[in-house]
């Protein structure tokens, strides 16, 4: 390379440098002003502090192991890279041109950035190191080696992770150095071989030797890392081959490899490739037959023969662990006797739960509010939640969304960088509706509706601007020069100036210019509409969409959380509040099995400990310590000791909004479909697994699985309704229902998990045998055929299992909806108990079906019947059957006709009763 493009090359690479260097300090200077702005400065200064602390010094670790390997390998490679230059012509001995100096700063450079780099790598442990200086017991020890479950939390991660990036070191190093050499002519390809000097086997062999130690140490964490063996189907982690023969495998592994690390060490006099050689390949050899063949064939051979026999403490020792970890312990099994003998009286003495039961399914109540309540095209709603408020005195449970600003520019009046960030800020309001009414035309009935709010039931919002919502991703700039849209009133705009705390005071040249860069947005800069009181308000969105791991606001401040993924609004003392659950989860609690995808340890526990809160107007993050047992919660609350506030500091008007989470719900409920099974012989045998069932829903014509739902309910054995989270559970394989899992939400007995126990020696209908019978009833099946027909397409909704007294009671809504951009509309209800099996206008026509026979309505006696009645009674048969057959072979004209002549005989009937 000539200097000059040596120089071009090196000022290149300086301006990049000083253009990322740039865009990352101005990065990390605006995001402590949006730390400060919200008060968790300290949050950023512990997280930024342990990053570059981390930084420097696994970047010096690095630089110190690589710099000293490649100062030894451009010394020793010195003799080789003069003399191949060494070319005698007419007897004399030519100088060789000196590079040594470029190249010496080229290997500087090429050190610095490896550091760079394996420091960045090092930073990924900030987390890890913070637990690992602030660790909390769990006052429970593992059942192999006896150490406190805070070991294998808290002090594991670091080891492994530092084992790991030594390893990389020395690799990245070994590999660094050999380029070196190769440069110098130290290690070349000459005559069809590799030729090397002593030095360069002297050299490796070094390496090789560290490298061995550390597969050895390695090995010595392996052995607790038997503690999250997935070799066996029937349960997770160690088992009998794991502490009979893997552990001692490993054992005489890390004994191998420091006994190669000696070899090689004194390789170091020898200078061969012999050793090196054969003990690399009497490592791979060691790892196939004394790492998997003898566990292998020792499993098979000993174990799998008398596999119960030899496993039965370890299938213990993971059926009690994985109950601990998700506190599937603490469910209180309740027998329930599952009758079917309710009457109309039952019904009438619950009315309250009846009358709670949600008939609004959020998917297609989704477009429903979005057809006739978004009012202009930049509204939008993103998701419908589920809540409960005291209305009228009456405790009731609502679906309700947030108004958001559409996301997509083209939405917006005109796509221009001044209504994007300026004018067209915020959202507003929200939607409201009862769960269960029905309104004119089967639409719902608005508690709050239109712009601005109209209530109807006293519920007011006080601050119906939305700044901050699930999917509000673009950065505003509010309190300028530029009025903001606040709302449409008839054929005029209302205009609004912010007036909250939230965002960072925009109060000079150099912030502007840093968020300029921040963006790579120079209007930022260039505008005359911002002030020195204007604030600049960005990652203000909390949803999970379009990708995205985590709600943005709320992970940037805890990012070592994990947020449920779905955040839901709740109207408290007139304010809008977002409230998102937040759990602390970990994937190293000894023998519990992991939740996620097979054969991947991504968690295996997990505890709802936080509750986090937003103002939709001001932006103000709360983080609640809700669970203060966890101790993975008073680890965090150790290291960050100004972020969470008591859980006695929520208002009994927040608290009354706060519910048990449904993705927690949905994990606990799963595994407690395997783990009910306590007795080792049986959860090893399988013989009493529950799945969660399936269930016909919206258009789609095949079952998918259940999800959980809020519902309003009464106990039995309670004397009022209260707000629960619920799923039905069926025996793996069958249809009947075998389990009833229910959250508690409200007041002294949040969070107590429940499940009803149902007697195996009967039937009690489960979801998929409550579809199948409404799919095989006539009258059901004609009706919704003919609104097939009719261009309209049926959608089902939620199957609800309700229990009433000491029976269950199932509900099933029926939307109508126009196929070309339909908006649903509830045109039908269906209930069955027992036997019985109708569908009504609304829940009370179809329970009053149901329920007629326990009325004492007088069944008349065919035998007594007139004799032209018995007549026109076999002519409206032969009509109706006639009918079917028109239909099923798509005559509709012909089964028009016939569906007149059936009427026109039942007119007959009804005049000579």
């Known amino acids: ?198 030095h360069v086997r002297a050299h490796v062999s070094i390496l090789a030797a560290i490298l061995a130690l550390l597969l050895a140490w390695g090995y010595w964490l392996k052995k607790y890392e038997l503690l999250y063996s997935f070799r066996k189907d029937a349960f997770f982690g160690a088992g009998y081959t794991d502490l009979n023969i893997q552990i001692w495998a490993y054992y005489l592994m890390l004994f191998g490899l420091v006994v190669l690390a000696g070899l090689l060490f004194y390789n170091v006099r020898v200078r061969t490739w012999k050793i090196p050689g054969f003990g690399a390949a009497g490592y791979l050899g060691a790892i196939i037959v004394v790492s998997w063949c003898i566990p292998i064939i020792f499993e098979l051979v000993v174990v799998r023969p008398n596999e119960f026999d030899r496993e039965k403490p370890y299938i213990q020792h993971a059926i009690n662990y994985t109950r601990k970890a998700y506190r599937l312990d603490k469910i209180e099994e309740v027998p329930f006797p599952g009758e079917s003998d309710l009457t109309a009286d039952d019904i009438a003495n619950n009315q ?65 960088w001044v209504n994007r960030h300026l004018v067209y800020t915020h959202g507003y309001g929200l939607v409201m509706s009862p769960a269960n009414e029905i309104a004119a035309e089967g639409l719902p009935g608005f508690l709050l509706k239109d712009i601005p709010p109209v209530t109807s039931n006293g519920i007011e919002v006080v601050r119906p601007e939305l700044y901050y919502g699930e999917d509000m991703r673009d950065y505003i700039i509010v309190r300028t020069n530029t009025p903001e849209f606040d709302y449409p009133k008839g054929d005029e705009n209302i205009y609004t100036n912010y007036q909250g705390r939230g965002g960072v005071l925009l ?60 955040p839901y609004l709740a109207v408290v003392e007139g304010r809008l509040l977002w409230i998102q659950d ?155 229902m075998i389990g009833w899992i229910f959250a508690r939400c409200d007041g002294e007995n949040y969070g107590r998990l429940v499940v009803y126990k149902l007697p195996k020696e009967k039937l009690i209908y489960g979801p998929m045998l409550i579809e199948q019978r409404i799919n095989q009833d006539t009258d059901i099946s004609r009706e919704i055929t003919l609104w097939d027909q009719r261009g309209s397409d049926v959608i089902r909704g939620n199957l609800l299992v309700i229990p009433i007294r000491n029976s269950f009671i199932y509900v099933e809504p029926l939307y109508l909806r126009a196929s070309q951009h339909g908006m649903p509309e509830l045109k039908r209800v269906l209930a069955v108990h027992g036997d019985r099996l109708a569908m009504g206008e609304d829940l009370n026509d179809a329970l009053n079906r149901v329920f007629s026979i326990t009325k004492g309505v007088p069944v008349r006696d065919t035998e007594d019947l007139p004799e032209d009645l018995k007549i026109l009674a076999r002519q409206a048969y032969q009509q109706f059957e006639t009918a079917q057959k028109h239909l099923q072979a798509g005559a509709f004209s012909d089964y028009g006709q016939s569906v007149e002549a059936l009427r026109q005989t039942l007119r007959r009937m009804n005049e000579n009763e």
């Open 1 to 198: 390379m000539s200097k000059r493009a040596f120089v071009i090359l090196i000022l290149g690479f300086a301006v990049f440098a000083a253009f990322v260097g740039l865009r990352l300090l101005s990065v990390i200077y605006t995001d402590y002003l949006w730390f400060s702005s919200l008060g968790f400065h300290d949050v950023f200064i512990t997280i930024i502090r342990t990053k570059t602390l981390a930084f420097f010094a696994f970047g010096s670790v690095f630089a110190l192991i690589c710099g000293i390997s490649i100062v030894a390998a451009r010394r020793y490679g010195q003799p080789t890279r003069i003399m191949a230059l060494e070319v005698i012509i007419d007897g004399d001995v030519p100088i060789p041109p000196d590079h040594s100096l470029r190249q010496r700063y080229a290997w500087i450079g090429i050190v610095a950035l490896l550091s760079f780099f394996m420091g960045v790598a090092g930073t990924s442990a900030w987390s890890v190191v913070l637990k690992y200086i602030n660790p909390t017991s769990f006052d429970l020890a593992d059942p192999i080696f006896g150490h406190d479950i805070a070991f294998y939390v808290f002090s594991l991660p670091l080891y492994n992770f530092l084992q790991g990036w030594f390893i990389s070191a020395i690799i990245v190093t070994g590999i660094a150095s050999i380029v070196s050499y190769h440069q110098d002519r130290a290690v070349r390809y000459d005559d069809k071989r590799w030729i090397t000097t002593p």
């Open 352 to 416: 309250a739960t009846i009358q709670s039961i949600p008939l609004w399914d959020r998917r297609p109540l989704m477009d429903t509010y979005s057809q006739i309540q978004e009012i202009r095209s930049y509204y939008k709603f993103r998701s419908v939640d589920v809540d409960r408020y005291r209305i009228d005195g009456t405790y009731r449970q609502v679906m309700l969304a947030a108004r958001e600003l559409a996301r997509n520019p083209r939405d917006l009046p005109g796509d221009t």
């Open 507 to 566: 109060d000079g040249f150099l912030k502007r210019l840093l968020f300029s860069i921040r963006f790579v947005d120079p209007f930022i800069l260039f505008t005359d509409a911002i002030t020195p009181q204007s604030r600049i308000v960005f990652d203000r969105h909390i949803g999970t969409r379009f990708g995205e791991d985590a709600p943005r606001r709320f992970d940037k401040i805890a990012p070592f959380l994990r947020f449920d993924n779905d």
């Open 582 to 736: 937040a759990y602390t989860i970990s994937n190293m609690f000894p023998y519990s099995m992991p939740y996620g995808r097979p054969y991947v340890r991504e968690m295996n526990y997990i505890r709802n400990s936080v509750k986090v809160v937003l103002d939709a107007y001001n932006g103000s993050v709360t983080f609640y310590a809700w669970d203060t047992s966890d101790p993975l919660l008073k680890t965090y609350m150790a290291i960050f000791p100004h972020l969470f506030k008591s859980a006695d500091e929520i208002g009994p008007a927040l608290r009354a909004h706060l519910r048990y989470p449904i993705d927690l719900f949905d994990i606990q409920a799963a595994l407690y479909n395997t783990y009910h099974m306590t007795t080792p012989i049986v959860f090893y045998n399988r013989e009493d697994v529950w799945e969660i069932p399936t269930e016909y829903y919206g258009t789609v014509d095949r079952p998918i699985r259940m999800h959980p739902y809020y519902v309003m309910a009464r106990l039995p054995g309670e004397d009022r309704e209260e707000y629960i989270l619920m799923l039905p559970a069926t025996p793996s394989n069958k249809p009947n």
